[in-house]
Structure formats: structure tokens, C-alpha cells
């Protein structure tokens, strides 16, 4: 059901920036309320951590070639897309939201690219078995990015490699934060070409 309404109301269209990335983005027309009845759709647009993100790993393929890849908190699925795009192995992307696993489903078909999917919350989890969590805009909630930070802990610890897209929301935790490259990313709601920047941040271990 999900899928065939983000397939037939959200036109595809290039992701922001990406033109290699074609995404199913909402439009005032798509009657996404028909869909998600109350829910944020956060999937149905591109976020500028996400797009920053993309255009790291598309820029520095070695990032996530051969490697197994984790999108926490895919949305969309841009990111998992990107670093199929780029070579990596296996792409795993995972949302809260059960219609932005569709939607990463229809999106993946869209641009000739296997990702796996999970409808999952696995912020209390052990680090699962990829080699790269790959984190684009998740820290817009204090709740979810101190669980988000805990796991990423986790998953430093494990020796997986951890980088986050953000555009400078409230509850970025800097203190564990290196600062990798800058790019530019028109946020969600911005309009224009060009306008806005995010930054990308691999996570350091604690101490
Ligand atoms: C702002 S959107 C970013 C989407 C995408 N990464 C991007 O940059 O375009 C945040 C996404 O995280 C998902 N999310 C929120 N909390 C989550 C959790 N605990 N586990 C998995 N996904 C979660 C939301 O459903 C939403 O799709």
C-alpha cells in the first residue's frame, strides 16, 4: 500500500545537489496526509545531513567500497543509496517509520540499487555486524540523539567506523565529533539552489 502511493503521488525526482540520486520527494500535491495520518514523513524529502553525507561518500568511494553499511535512520534511503552507488558491499538501511522502509524500497528500485531493509529501532542494541554506521541528520531530539550517541558509542567500541551528515541541529553531539568535510546541502523547507551548507563528522571513541 505504502509503496504504491509513494510510487504513484511523490514524483521522482533529483535528490538536491545529487543528480545521480533520484528520489520519490513529496510534493503540496502528493495528499501525503492520505498516507501517514498524523506521523512525521520525514522520509518524503531529502535532510541536509543526509544530502552532505551522500555527496561524501560519492565523492570518496573508498569510504564504503566492499564494506558492509548501516543507514541509521535512513529516511528516504539517500545514504544507503549513495554508498551502493559508491561500491559497498551491502547496504543496510533502518527506520523507526515503517513508510520509509517502503519508501527506501521504491527509492532503491528507482535508482538500480540492491538495499536491505529493517523497520527497527535498534538504538538499545549491541553494534550490529557492518563495517560503517552511516548517520544522516538524526539530532533534532535530545532524547533520540542521547540514545543515538550511546549506541554509536557501542559501536566505536566494536571497532565499526561511524560518520554523521548534520546541518548543525540543536542536540549534535560535539564534544564527540571531528569535523571531516563540509558540503554543500540545502535543508528541508529551504528553497533555492545553493543556499545552506552541512557538515560531516566522524564520531571519535571516548577519552
Ligand atoms: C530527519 S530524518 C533524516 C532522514 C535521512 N537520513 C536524511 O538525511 O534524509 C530522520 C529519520 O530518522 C528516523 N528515526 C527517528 N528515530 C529513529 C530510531 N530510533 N531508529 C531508527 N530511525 C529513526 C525517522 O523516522 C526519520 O526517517
Request: glycine content about 10%; some cysteine.
Amino acid at each position: 500500500m505504502a509503496r504504491a502511493f509513494i510510487a504513484a503521488n511523490l514524483p521522482l525526482q533529483p535528490a538536491p545537489g545529487i543528480p545521480d540520486i533520484r528520489i520519490h520527494t513529496a510534493t503540496p500535491r502528493s495528499g501525503l496526509r492520505r498516507l501517514v495520518a498524523g506521523r512525521n514523513p520525514y522520509w518524503a524529502w531529502c535532510w541536509a545531513g543526509g544530502l552532505a553525507l551522500a555527496r561524501h561518500i560519492l565523492a570518496r568511494p573508498r569510504l564504503v567500497a566492499g564494506r558492509r553499511v548501516l543507514d541509521l535512520g535512513s529516511g528516504s534511503g539517500l545514504v544507503a543509496i549513495a554508498a551502493m552507488l559508491a561500491g559497498a558491499a551491502h547496504a543496510l538501511a533502518v527506520d523507526a517509520d515503517a513508510d520509509a522502509v517502503a519508501a527506501v524500497e521504491v527509492n532503491a528500485k528507482a535508482n538500480g540499487v540492491d538495499v536491505q531493509t529493517l523497520h527497527a529501532d535498534l538504538l538499545e542494541d549491541a553494534a550490529p555486524a557492518v563495517d560503517v554506521v552511516l548517520v544522516g541528520d538524526l539530532f533534532y531530539d535530545r532524547d533520540l540523539a542521547q540514545r543515538t550517541a550511546s549506541f554509536l558509542e557501542r559501536c566505536r567500541l566494536m571497532g565499526v567506523d561511524v560518520l554523521i551528515g548534520d546541518p548543525g541541529r540543536a542536540f549534535l553531539p560535539l564534544d564527540r565529533l571531528e569535523l571531516v568535510a563540509e558540503h554543500a546541502a540545502r535543508d528541508f523547507g529551504e528553497s533555492g539552489a545553493g543556499e545552506g551548507s552541512a557538515r560531516v563528522y566522524a564520531f571519535r571513541k571516548a577519552g
